[in-house]
């Protein structure tokens, strides 16, 4: 599996200045060790089946289930059969369902 751990660079920029925040005390040395180990979350790529047993295990259509996500129900459609790959913040969001449940999103 692949894994998304690659940073952007707007996050080495916001986790640049978390940790300037840091260094003058706006910032707890707690918080910014819980920061930092947010960014650098590796997630696996997740297969179209899983995404529709996380929606499935929710007992949510995929309309719901696109709202919670924020994005259409067309994308959750085309994630389920394999036609696109969730990615970025989706991944992430999806990786916490699979954690946490959907509760953890509501």
Known sequence: ???TGKQSRILAEILE???GLHG???ISKR?????E??????IDDMPPEKIKALREHAHVSQAVFAAVLNT????VQKWEVGDKKPSG???KLLSLIERKGLEALL
């Not at 180990?37 to 590796?42: F, G, N, P």
């Not at 259409?72 to 994308?75: A, D, E, G, H, I």
Request: charged share 20%; proline share 4%; hydrophobic share 35%.
């Open 17 to 19: 200045t978390t940790r």
């Open 89 to 91: 913040p989706s991944l």
């Open 37 to 42: 180990a947010l960014c650098q979350l590796d």
């Open 72 to 75: 259409s129900v067309s994308t």
């Open 1 to 3: 599996m692949h894994k």
């Open 24 to 26: 003058v005390g706006l």
């Open 31 to 35: 918080r910014m060790s819980e920061f």
